[in-house]
């Protein structure tokens, strides 16, 4: 049998070739879904095999033997040892976000074939190695954060740019994932209902697995699996019983309220108590979902009507304005790579490890996991009808706002859609209306409904399918912003523990409390701003959302590549430094356009002249201003960390520097490794 496996990995090698060998260079024909499954199931697989191997041998060489921080410092609140699963389900859940849903989707009006490509190269090169690195270098240092890593490696100044940009772009970030989640679920008592009985299930199955059954992780995820399914049937119950459901429909001001609550319990409560769990029950609804779209994907194996290539790659789209280059490549973030996933790597799963040799499933495969998310969704967005896709997700700015003249607008871009069309469509899935539904979302959900209905069930069903694709893309989101904000709290206490040693302390409760209070604070009143004024708050700062995410990733892996180069396998830094390579190019060229641009659709300094111009809204010019000065700083901030970053690698490489890391001393383990 093992002189087969070559044999297997060759024809998967060759699989894969023609796969993406046919999504590249098919012209002329619509190609089927099937193409895109199956170029991202080999790719994953020879990644995962090969080159995450090949990382985690050569470049990190995990040690079976070595103690983690979760076994040496365990305290029942943070450092708990879990088992793999579960931390693959809470690391999974907790990267997986709006990007990998929306980003996709939104990148669409490019073509499948730019984003199909970058999704695949950019996860293998990029997402999953920072992910993997970020998770083992965290685990070596007694799970500190990135910011803490980076004052310790880079040096005091290096960490205080680092901790200055880390925590700006993570508060936009949490802020802007906790908006989607009010929008999502805003009059929805379904969507509400479900996600809240997440809570007190996760609640059981942390008791369950703690206290009542300890390492019964087989059985807490079957009680688990058959309460998230009632509650999903209990949801759509809810939906329809109006006694009932008007206790769960919500307006967007309670529901903030609500998810501001539900993030302080989550950074505050031990970690086995509700995230933990919560983040693993949700990883069931996730993959489950993901792979029953994979199986309706088999089923019907649905045509891509979108082309490979639109006329739109010249900058000149209605979803959002920029050519392919580089706009494509901070659309789509998560999926590929994102910089929000260090903060999870250097934050709440280091804590949770057990063992050295678990990092390379967790934070490789589940990077991959997310990476086949946004595959999905890509199939999603583009086995609708072109016409159709950019009905819903072109602004009525640029389409128009009465259904004729969106039509008629859209029918003159070469994409045929008629008003009729749409409102047969929005009747369908149980809509007054999709023309306009900008965001990703909507569309996503409409793709999603029409492969489901289409393999299970017939178009009766649509309607379902698609209200449970709106539930399932808040439940995205809300375990980004829990887990979130736990690693903002971190962050926080490594800081004031400079202040006063209490403080930075994980385990003192005083410390827990006031830290996660003023995490939640800082995000929260962006959140509420932005509900309360619809050009305030967060509303101001969104555009900046893909651009501070990349940013994010390149401090990563500045930070990466120097912990490299300083344990003496230089040889090996171009692992980490080619996607940082990449990611500066990317970052630094769409801040430029974003802020100087000439275009009023791209950048913002144009668009707030066009507004003052033409005597328009002052808030509006406000918050462009804003957003070019705010993307200024953040370049500026990660610009001086790249420069302190060269500067030690120089140093290091010159012998002019010691190379010294700040790893925890060697302790060898009396953990029993868990088989399965």
Known sequence: MRNLRPLLWIGIALLGALAVATIALHRGEQINALWLVTAAVCTYALGYRFYSK???????????????PAERLENGRDFVPTNK??????????????????GPVLAAQFGYLPGTLWILVGAVFGGCVQDFVILLFSVRRDGKSLTEMAKEEIGRVGGLVAYASVISILVILLAVCALIVVNALKQSPWGAFTIAMTIPIAFLMGIYLRRLRPGRVLETSAIGFVLVLAAIWGGQWVSQTPSVARYFTLSASGLAMAIIVYGFAASALPVWLLLAPRDYLSTFVKL??????????????????????????DGTGPVFAGKIFPFAFITIACG??????????????????RRETEIRLVGYGAMLCESMVAIMATVAACVLDPGTYFAINSPAGIAGALPDKAAATITGWGFPVTAGSMQTLAQNVGEITLFNRTGGAPAFAVGMAHIFSNSLGGQAVMALWYHFALMFEALFILTVLD??????????????????????RTSWYPSVLSTSALIVAAWGYFLWQGVKDPLGGINSLWPLFGIANQLLAAVALCLATTIIIKMHRVKYALVTLAPLGWLVVVTFTAAWHKIFDLDPRIGFL????????????????????LDAVVTGILVVLVALLLVESVRHWIAVLSSAKRAMTTESPFIATRLVEERG
């Open 54 to 68: 090949f990382i985690a041998a050569k470049v990190l060489a995990l040690d079976p033997h070595r103690a983690t």
């Open 483 to 504: 887990a979130g904000t736990r690693v903002g709290r971190f962050m926080v206490q490594d800081a004031l523990g400079h202040v006063w040693k209490p403080l930075g």
């Open 85 to 102: 699963w579960v931390v693959f389900g809470h690391h999974f859940a907790a990267i997986a976000g709006p990007g990998p849903l929306v």
């Open 336 to 353: 590929a790579i994102s910089g929000f996933h260090s903060l999870i790597s250097s934050g709440t799963t280091p804590k949770l490890i």
């Open 288 to 313: 489950g979902t993901i792979g029953l779209l994979a199986l309706g994907i088999l089923a019907m194996h649905p045509t891509m009507h979108m082309p490979p290539l639109t006329r739109f790659i």
């Open 606 to 625: 144009a668009q707030a002249r066009q507004i003052a111009s033409a005597g328009g809204n002052a808030r509006l010019i406000f918050n462009n201003r």
